[in-house]
C-alpha cells in the first residue's frame, strides 16, 4: 500500500491528502435540510448530511488527489449512524481508487491493539469466514504505550500490506507539553521518532516503509530533524492551511527526491466554498470551490521544489 | 459521576470493575453456534455472539459491582455491527445501575477532540435536537498530545457530570519505553500524573476529581509514587489477573481513606469458567463461574486493608 500510495502520488504530482473531516457547520444549509427531512432531527439525519456532503466533494475531487484521510471522530460524534457514514465514506472513496487513510489514531496493548489493527486494518475471523470491519489502507496510531502497542498493527500489515502512520509530533499548540521535553538532552519526540524508524524496518516497501508517521506542520525545524532521523519513513503532515502553515514551511518535510512527505488539508479544502476567496462558487456549489481549492493547494506545494 | 462510582464503591465494600471484552475465542460454543446459525458467520453473527455473552455476565454480576468496562477495541474489530454489540452492551448496563466506563483511549486535539468527547460523553446537536451518541459514564483517554486533547472532555464532562481516566502509567511490559524516560531526573510518567493532577483540579466532585488516571497493576512501585503525586484522582488500576497483578502489589493504589482506586479484571472474570478452578460450572454455566470469580475477586481485594 505504501507502493502504492507513493506511486500515485508520482503519477499526479501531488503529495497532499483531503481531510474529509466533515463538522455539520460545514454541511451547506441545503443538503442538511434535505437530510433532516427525510430523517428527521437524528443522528441518521446528521450522518445522512455528511455522508452526501463527502460523496460530491470525492465526486470533484478523486481525480486530483492520491489519497483521503477520513477522521473518524467526526463521524463517531453522531454514534452508529455516525460509524455507518464512516464505512460507506471509506468504501466510496476505495472504490474511486482513492488510498483512505483511516485517521483513528488508535492504540492499546497486546490483543487490544490487534483488535484495533484487525478492525480497521485487518480481516476478523468468524467462524471458516475472514471479514474485514473497517478496512481503511492506513491508520493512525498512537505511540505512548509502546512497542506492544504498535507491533500488532505492524504484524496485520504485512498480512494485509497496508500501514500505519505513528504521531510522533502533533500539530497543535500544547503538543510540547510531553513531546518536547528533553530525554538526555533530546526531546521525546526524536526519541519517538528513533523507535519509528526501527519500527518501520520491520517492513520496508520499495523505497518507504509501510510504517510511517504524523509529523505538523506547524513545526518544521522539528521537522527537518525528524526528516534526517527517520529517512525511509513518510511523514504524514497535518496542519497545513487552516492551522497556520504554509508551503514554505513544508520543505524540510521532504527529501532530496521530492518524496517522503505527504500534506493533509481538511478545513481548507472541504469548507472552501466558505472562504472568501471561493466565495463565488456558492454554497450550492460547494465541491467545486473544493475543487479550486484542491488545484490552489497542490500548486501551492510544488511551488516549493 | 465521581460521586456516583465512589457512593456505589463504598456501598458494595468493592472497588473492583469487570472489563467486558470479549474475544470470541471466549464465549462458549453454545452460544456461538446459536448466534452464526442465526445471522450466519458474518460481522452480525459475531456481534450477536458477544452480546449475547455479555448479557448472561452482566445479568450473573451486576448486583455485586459498581462498574463495567468494557474496551471497545473487541467490539470494533467487528466493524459496525461489533459497534451495535458495543452500544447494546453500554445501554444495558446503564439500564442495571451500573457505572461504564467506556475504555476507549481516544485522543486527538481541539475541534476533532471535542468530538470524540461528545460523541462518547455528551449530546451532539442536530438540528433543534441535542443527541448522545455512546453515551458511556466515564472515557479513558490519551494524554500524548497533551492538554488541548484534554481540555474539550473537560468541557463536556462538565457539561454533563461526567468522567474521564488519563493513561498516566500502562501495565504493559513496553510501556516504559517512552513513559518511563526520565525528564531532569523525573519520569514521564511522573509528569503526566502532575498534569493530571493539574486537569483535576478543573472540576471536582465531593473527594475526588472528575478526572480519573489509569495505573497498571504490574508497577506498584510506581504507583505508589504517583498515588503521592495525584491524592484526589481516582485510580483505575488494570493487569491484575490475567496480567499478573496480585493484590498485595494493590495496596500502594489506594488512599488511607481506603479509596481512590479501582481494579479491573476481564479475562480473569469472563473467562472465568476456562480456568481450573471454575471448570465446574461447565461452558453451559459460564456466568455463574463468572459470578463466583467476582466474589473471590473482591474477597481478595478487601483482604488488604
Redesign the interface.
Known sequence: MINQLVSKIKKLNAPVVVGL?P??SYVPEHI?TKA?NEYG???E??AEAIWQFNKQIVDKTWDLIPAVKP?I??Y?????P???AY?KTVDYCKSKGLVVIGDV?????????A??A???LGK??????K????DEDFATV????????IEPFIKVCKEEKKGIFV?VK??????????D????GKP?YE??GE?VAQWGMEYMGESYSYVGCVVGATYPEMGKVLRKVMPKTYILVPGYGAQGGTADSLRPYFNEDGLGAIVNSSRGIIAAYKQEKYAKFGAENFADASRAAVIDMIEDIRSIF
Do not use: W
Open positions: 473531516d463538522m455539520l442538511v433532516l432531527e437524528t443522528l439525519g446528521a477522521q471522530a467526526m463517531e460524534q453522531f454514534g452508529i455516525g460509524m455507518v464505512k489514531k488508535r492504540g492499546d496493548i497486546g490483543s487490544t491493539s483488535a484495533y484487525v478492525g480497521h476478523v475471523q468468524v467462524g471458516s469466514q471479514i474485514a470491519g473497517f498512537n505511540p505512548y504505550l509502546g512497542s506492544d502497542g504521531l502533533t500539530s497543535n499548540p500544547s503538543s510540547g507539553e510531553f513531546q521535553q528533553l530525554i538526555n521525546l526519541l519517538v523507535k
